[in-house]
């Protein structure tokens, strides 16, 4: 650069020099001398200026030499900048290639390291499955017998239990009847005026093993479809010989015994004794005892505002879509009935009532038929109360449920009764004047609706538990087991189903993998039904005309008020009932689980006024009582 600006001075150096003015001819004597002079001048100046050319000439040759260089000099930079550019570009190439390179080669580590990973649990996996296998054949869960697939289970318990009031029902607990306050006796159709064993005054302590179960399942497929049967008993069955004074002799009770073929088009069909369909389940609508929700209390009545039922049923299932599912149930009907107020006993076809576990005993008096003198025993009469009702129809019951796995079991379920009784035919005089009045059969329809839920509020921690039911003679399927309906009194006879709701809510908790605490709350409501009789007193259901002058003694013969046919015979109107218990597994492993169980209970029970022969315009008499339950349990449970 610096020789260029040199280049630059010189020319402009040499245009000066020959910018200068041509000499002037003025004047010509002088002129001549002075031309003389001023030629020599001029010469003298062309001499040097010649000479300055000359070195201007060498000097421009010597920046041109010099520019030359610095022009190759340029050039040899351009190209070495051309190859250092060349170089760079061949190394970013070698970069990006290495880049590309190193990229490959971390993804090809990578997908080779998930390989391994992937390996190592199809290993593990496998080793696991090796453990499994080698565990089922040394510990099998299941016999194999000419391909079907048999499984053992059940468990062993001992329970304790201690009441407030004593009604000697070991370990199920008559909620209907359970001692009003003050006064002993009880039962389902209110209380006699006479000493029992249901005794406000007196606690209750009793230890028993009767809710032992056995179960056996059997499995197989055939083809598509997959088969199950299913059997279960306990032993709260009665005996005549089953006592607790030496020896207990409790007989096997069948709890279910049912067959199932499920197809492969979402179609199942089910028949046997199991859970009614109106029992809640926990997901879809099938009978497996996995499928539904039983309150897992110790106490054998499970709880007031339980919807439930267990018996002969042939029901038809179908998987909808994968969360909706319906399924229609015919149950084996019976009538609850006898012993409400104002009843008549010329009316056929009705059973006794019936609760739970207690049941009712075929024969409930005898009496020795004599003959001669002395007296000879010659034979025995006995009073049968019947224990089965002549039904028209099946129960029919029909569910549809939908499942998510967040917003946990949903159902809603509908329920059909048909009711029929026999008003019997009479005969006034004697043959052949005999005036005979023809029988007829009177019917009545009865039906209710109910909804269920269980709602994961914590999924596998804490489950929200909620069902209930209304209706109008659908007692038979709330856990305290009241009327279906009452009869009337002459002239019909005719039937009037009882009205009520039950509705049972709570928690479901498993804090950890080892125990297990759970809180409901159930109440059942029964509805006053009153008619009018053709001598114009007020009958029927509740009715504010019952005997309750003995409620609130412990004696019939005890108080001013109260006479020998006094009693306490109101119909229920309320049961209430809330409950606390839980679990806690003292081992669980492959030989099966033992488990320790406590249970709280407290039961209330309110009945209808009745005056029980007061004056007109006096206030009814109501009545009302509780019961205190504890229970602990020590349970073996089969793997």
């Known amino acids: 650069m610096r020789n260029f600006q040199k280049l630059v001075a010189v020319i402009a150096l040499s245009g000066l020099c020959f910018a200068v003015p041509a000499p002037s001819d003025s004047g010509a004597p002088k002129k001549h001398a002075a031309k003389v002079v001023k030629k020599d001048m001029t010469a003298e100046q062309l001499k040097e200026l010649k000479q300055q050319m000359d070195q201007q000439q060498a000097a421009t040759q010597q920046l041109q030499e010099q520019l030359k260089q610095t022009q190759q000099q340029l050039q040899q930079t351009q190209q070495q900048l051309s190859q250092a550019q060349a170089t760079a570009n061949a190394a970013n190439a070698k970069v990006a290639t290495v880049e590309t390179n190193t990229t490959m080669q971390v993804q090809k580590v990578q997908s080779d390291l998930t390989d391994v990973k992937t390996a190592l649990n199809t290993t593990d996996m496998e080793a696991k499955k090796a453990v499994k296998e080698v565990g089922e054949l040394q510990h099998p869960n299941s016999i194999a017998y000419k391909g079907i ?20 029902s070991d370990q199920a607990t008559p909620f209907n009847s359970i001692p009003l306050g003050g006064f002993a006796g009880g039962s389902a159709t209110g209380n006699t005026a006479t000493q029992s064993a249901y005794n406000p005054y007196l606690t209750e302590y009793g230890m028993t093993a009767r809710d032992t179960r056995i179960t056996l399942r059997a499995d197989a497929d055939a083809g598509t479809t997959k088969l199950t049967g299913y059997y279960e ?3 709260f069955g009665t005996s005549p010989t089953a006592n607790l004074s030496q020896t207990t002799s409790y007989t096997p009770r069948i709890r279910q015994g049912w067959g199932r073929a499920k197809f492969a088009n979402g179609w199942t069909i089910t028949g046997g004794q199991m859970w009614s369909l109106i029992t809640l389940n926990r997901k879809g609508v099938d009978s497996d005892n996995s499928n539904l929700w039983i ?17 002969a049923e042939v029901r038809i299932g179908k998987q909808i879509t994968k969360n909706l599912s319906f399924a229609l149930a015919l149950d084996n009907p019976a009538y609850l009935n006898t012993g409400a107020t104002n009843t008549t006993g010329t009316v056929a076809g009705l059973a006794s009532l019936g609760n739970g576990l207690l049941g009712n005993s075929l024969v409930s008096s005898c009496s020795a038929v004599t003959s001669g003198t002395p ?26 449920a ?20 026999r008003a019997v035919s009479t ?27 269980i709602i994961p509020v914590v999924p596998g921690k804490i489950d929200f538990v909620a069902q209930g039911m209304w209706g109008k003679g659908i007692s038979r399927y709330e856990d305290s087991g009241q009327y279906d309906f009452v009869v009337k009194s002459t002239p019909d006879h005719n039937m009037i189903p009882l009205k009520s709701f039950s509705v049972l809510t709570g928690f479901e908790t498993h804090p950890n ?15 006053r039904d009153v008619y009018t009789t053709t001598a114009g007193t007020p009958a029927g259901y509740g009715a504010p005309n019952a005997n309750n002058t003995a409620c609130g003694f412990e004696s019939a013969a005890v108080g001013t008020a109260v006479g020998a046919g006094d009693a306490c015979a109101g119909n229920n109107k309320n049961l209430w009932n809330a409950k606390l218990y839980g679990y806690y597994d003292l081992y669980k492993g492959p030989v099966g689980t033992l488990r320790f169980g406590a249970e709280v209970d407290y039961v209330e029970r309110q009945v209808w006024s009745g005056n029980g022969g007061l004056t007109a315009g006096s206030a009814g008499i109501g009545a009302k009582g509780n019961e205190k339950t504890a229970f602990t349990t020590m349970r073996y449970i089969f793997p």
Request: aromatic share 14%.
């Open 375 to 400: 007296a000879v025993v010659t034979g025995v009469i006995c009073t049968n109360t019947p224990t089965y009702s002549t039904n028209l129809a099946p129960d029919t019951i029909v569910k549809l």
């Open 149 to 168: 697939r048999i499984t053992p289970g059940g468990f062993l318990e001992e329970t304790e239990y201690w009441r407030s009031h004593a009604t000697l």
């Open 295 to 311: 309150p897992n209390i110790i106490e054998a009545q499970y709880s007031v505002g339980y919807d439930w039922a267990r018996f």
């Open 513 to 527: 993998k080892k125990t297990e605490l759970d809180l409901l709350f159930g109440d059942e409501y029964y509805y």
């Open 233 to 235: 008993m306990d032993f």
């Open 427 to 453: 005969v006034v005089g004697t043959f052949p004047t005999a005036v005979v009045t023809p029988g007829w059969n009177n019917t009545a329809l009865g039906g209710g609706i109910g909804a269920g839920t």
């Open 402 to 421: 939908y499942d998510d796995p967040k917003l946990g079991h949903w159902e809603i379920k509908g329920i059909s009764r048909f009711f029929r009784d």
